[in-house]
């Protein structure tokens, strides 16, 4: 069985552990978190020995190899340090995305797993689904044509903006990255894994428009707790994390990065006290809520990607554009329309669950886990869709965009 050291033992690294007690593909042995509460609620999940138990992931990779791979489920600012560190003494690396904070970070992590031999899994969960795979075969087996054109839509949701990108872990560029980076590295790497291709050139525009502070209505609270106008507000924290209250999934994400205590009672001392409770017009957030990317390609074919934080949270939705065809997707299901016979296959892909990692993004968690886990058993690495070489060219891409949208140019991508 291969065994796991966790490091960074909050809402990622728990949905990766779990998966490998729900496999039993995989056994965590060891885990380095500073929140002594998800420490502890690591460590007695799993039956971890406490010499094995750390506070500081220094600590861990202080000791000689405890086990076969590493999940570095840090905050993003804290990727690298410990990814190289863990490459060096010679652990399997799944490495949460995104990479890291800058492209020579990213880079140092994917020269030490190089240099080292170990496999590293950066974790492009939406490669995995079955949605994924299916779309992909009807590319490969010509069903639509030459793919001409794509246009993927991320809909963030807008309560879950208001939770990461407004409040919460990401809400800002210097604490965490560009929101691109920190929310839709995902989509450009699956358009680019879609498209089979790398853009040659990349423009961009996007802003923070709506959660500023000359939006804030008018007789607003600093707090939702005390806000008159708390009722008639999409944004009111009351109703997003009272509402998760008697939802396992929900309990799980987004409440228990809220709090520990799922009562009504705990759920409102937090939101006094803590950060989710603030007024969604207040906040120290400078992330864009509304992106959009074009993506031209060396065959002279292009690709949009819009984020936006202005709609409901759901499954990513594409439409692919081909000579012979096109493919209207929703995450789930898949129309395909032939342009020979005019007509239409619809094909359920089977997918699971929602688009959140309460759910495991569609599937995309556990079947990226088990891709990893078996990897390594088999020592196989093509059993993981993406290695560093190819997840530091898509992160690529993301830098790219960010670059045209701060400068308002039309940004090349050169090969490295």
Same mark, same amino acid.
């Given at each position: 069985?291969?065994?796991?050291?966790?490091?960074?033992?909050?809402?990622?690294?728990?949905?990766?552990?779990?998966?490998?007690?729900?496999?039993?593909?995989?056994?965590?042995?060891?885990?380095?978190?500073?929140?002594?509460?998800?420490?502890?609620?690591?460590?007695?999940?799993?039956?971890?020995?406490?010499?094995?138990?750390?506070?500081?992931?220094?600590?861990?990779?202080?000791?000689?190899?405890?086990?076969?791979?590493?999940?570095?489920?840090?905050?993003?600012?804290?990727?690298?340090?410990?990814?190289?560190?863990?490459?060096?003494?010679?652990?399997?690396?799944?490495?949460?995305?995104?990479?890291?904070?800058?492209?020579?970070?990213?880079?140092?992590?994917?020269?030490?797993?190089?240099?080292?031999?170990? +496999?590293? !899994? @950066?974790?492009?969960?939406?490669?995995?689904?079955?949605?994924?795979?299916? *779309? /992909? #075969?009807?590319?490969?087996?010509?069903?639509?044509?030459?793919?001409?054109?794509?246009?993927?839509?991320?809909?963030?949701?807008?309560?879950?903006?208001?939770?990461?990108?407004?409040?919460?872990?990401?809400?800002?560029?210097?604490?965490?990255?560009?929101?691109?980076?920190?929310?839709?590295?995902?989509?450009?790497?699956?358009?680019?894994?879609?498209?089979?291709?790398?853009?040659?050139?990349?423009?961009?525009?996007?802003?923070?428009?709506?959660?500023?502070?000359?939006?804030?209505?008018?007789?607003?609270?600093?707090?939702?707790?005390?806000?008159?106008?708390?009722?008639?507000?999409?944004?009111?924290?009351?109703?997003?994390?009272?509402?998760?209250?008697?939802?396992?999934?929900?309990?799980?994400?987004? +409440?228990? !990065? @809220?709090?520990?205590?799922?009562?009504?009672?705990?759920?409102?001392?937090? *939101? /006094? #006290?803590?950060?989710?409770?603030?007024?969604?017009?207040?906040?120290?957030?400078?992330?864009?809520?509304?992106?959009?990317?074009?993506?031209?390609?060396?065959?002279?074919?292009?690709?949009?990607?819009?984020?936006?934080?202005?709609?409901?949270?759901?499954?990513?939705?594409?439409?692919?554009?081909?000579?012979?065809?096109?493919?209207?997707?929703?995450?789930?299901?898949?129309?395909?329309?032939?342009?020979?016979?005019?007509?239409?296959?619809?094909?359920?892909?089977?997918?699971?669950?929602?688009?959140?990692?309460?759910?495991?993004?569609?599937?995309?968690?556990?079947?990226?886990?088990?891709?990893?886990?078996?990897?390594?058993?088999?020592?196989?690495?093509?059993?993981?869709?993406?290695?560093?070489?190819?997840?530091? !060219?898509?992160?690529?891409?993301?830098?790219?965009?960010?670059?045209?949208?701060?400068?308002?140019?039309?940004?090349?991508?050169?090969?490295?």
């Amino acid at each position: 069985m291969v065994t796991l050291a966790i490091i960074g033992a909050g809402l990622r690294g728990m949905s990766y552990a779990r998966r490998a007690l729900e496999s039993g593909m995989a056994r965590v042995v060891a885990v380095a978190e500073p929140d002594p509460e998800r420490r502890r609620s690591m460590a007695a999940a799993h039956d971890v020995p406490a010499e094995n138990v750390f506070a500081d992931w220094r600590d861990l990779l202080a000791r000689d190899r405890l086990a076969d791979a590493a999940v570095i489920s840090t905050q993003d600012s804290m990727h690298t340090e410990p990814a190289v560190r863990a490459a060096d003494l010679g652990y399997h690396l799944l490495l949460e995305k995104p990479m890291a904070q800058s492209e020579e970070e990213a880079a140092a992590i994917a020269a030490a797993a190089d240099r080292n031999d170990v +496999l590293l !899994a @950066v974790c492009h969960v939406m490669r995995y689904t079955p949605y994924t795979i299916k *779309l /992909r #075969e009807l590319i490969a087996e010509g069903r639509i044509g030459e793919v001409m054109n794509i246009q993927h839509l991320e809909q963030v949701g807008w309560w879950h903006q208001a939770h990461s990108f407004v409040r919460g872990n990401w809400r800002s560029e210097e604490g965490s990255g560009p929101m691109l980076m920190t929310k839709a590295c995902h989509d450009l790497d699956w358009i680019t894994h879609v498209k089979g291709a790398l853009p040659e050139r990349v423009s961009s525009f996007g802003n923070l428009v709506h959660f500023r502070a000359e939006n804030r209505p008018d007789g607003a609270a600093e707090r939702c707790v005390e806000c008159p106008v708390e009722s008639t507000c999409p944004y009111s924290a009351k109703r997003i994390y009272l509402d998760c209250l008697g939802d396992a999934d929900k309990e799980f994400w987004p +409440l228990s !990065a @809220v709090t520990a205590d799922h009562t009504k009672e705990g759920v409102l001392a937090a *939101l /006094r #006290e803590g950060p989710y409770g603030r007024c969604a017009y207040t906040c120290d957030n400078d992330v864009v809520d509304t992106q959009v990317v074009t993506m031209e390609f060396a065959d002279g074919t292009s690709a949009t990607c819009t984020v936006t934080a202005f709609a409901a949270l759901e499954h990513r939705k594409t439409r692919i554009f081909g000579t012979r065809g096109s493919i209207d997707g929703d995450g789930v299901v898949l129309r395909v329309h032939d342009f020979v016979t005019d007509e239409v296959t619809v094909i359920d892909t089977g997918a699971n669950g929602d688009p959140t990692a309460a759910t495991g993004h569609g599937g995309g968690d556990a079947a990226l886990f088990d891709a990893f886990v078996d990897a390594i058993g088999k020592n196989d690495p093509s059993l993981v869709l993406t290695d560093g070489a190819e997840s530091l !060219a898509t992160h690529r891409v993301v830098w790219a965009a960010e670059q045209a949208r701060r400068t308002g140019t039309v940004v090349s991508l050169l090969p490295h």
